[in-house]
Nanobody
């Protein structure tokens, strides 16, 4: 079992910044993808960003490219999401995601194995 604990959400004004963190604990595999999804009220959960085990590959949803940056610190089993130039449409519950990929530096989620509880991000106009 892997536990994911998110932090860093909150209320921010239009154009502001926030940093989300997600720490993995438990029986983490040797190599795994970590990333973020989000779900706004009345909408389906959508992909936001992912980072490969090495950190050398990242991928973003078009809606956040150039504004969000994902990174990870494997010594701390933690993934970060730096969000800037926030817009009201970024308001959502943000979920951390984990998927093991043995001996691979893939950056593409195929079937998320573990989810965090979610952290709320609210952008006011």
């Amino acid at each position: 079992q892997v536990q994911l604990e998110e932090s860093g959400g909150g209320l921010v004004q239009l154009g502001g910044s926030l940093r989300l963190s997600c720490a993995a604990s438990g029986r983490t595999f040797s190599t795994y993808i970590m990333g973020w999804f989000r779900q706004a009220p009345g909408k389906e959960r959508e992909f936001v960003a992912a980072v490969s085990w090495s950190g050398g590959s990242t991928v973003y949803a078009d809606s956040v490219k150039g504004r969000f940056t994902i990174s990870r610190d494997n010594a701390k089993n933690t993934v970060y999401l730096e969000m800037s130039s926030l817009k009201p449409e970024d308001t959502a519950l943000y979920y951390c995601a984990y998927e093991s990929h043995p001996y691979s530096d893939s950056v593409e989620f195929e079937d998320v194995e573990y989810w965090g509880q979610g952290t709320q991000v609210t952008v006011s106009s």
